[in-house]
């Protein structure tokens, strides 16, 4: 089983905390919300998304454990 991040649109304030620290995975959209990048949905790298979950203002970024990420 492997890590799987979203972010809650309903939420995210936009402050762009999540990009700072992993560019990697989060990215801004258009709308001023910040949006998991596609393909990043499943990624290895919890402790810097576990950093940047526990620095978003709002908690709006989501970490569960998933059988669709290996």
């Given at each position: 089983m492997g890590l799987k991040v979203t972010i809650d649109p309903d939420l995210c304030?936009?402050?762009s905390i999540c990009v700072d620290l992993v560019?990697?995975?989060f990215e801004m959209?258009?709308?001023?919300?910040?949006?998991?990048?596609?393909?990043?949905e499943c990624t290895g790298d919890r402790e810097d998304v576990q950093d940047a979950?526990?620095?978003c203002?709002?908690?709006?970024?989501?970490i569960e454990e998933s059988e669709d990420c290996k």
């Open positions: 304030v936009g402050d560019p990697d995975v959209g258009d709308d001023g919300l910040a949006y998991v990048k596609e393909g990043m979950a526990d620095q203002p709002s908690g709006a970024i989501i």
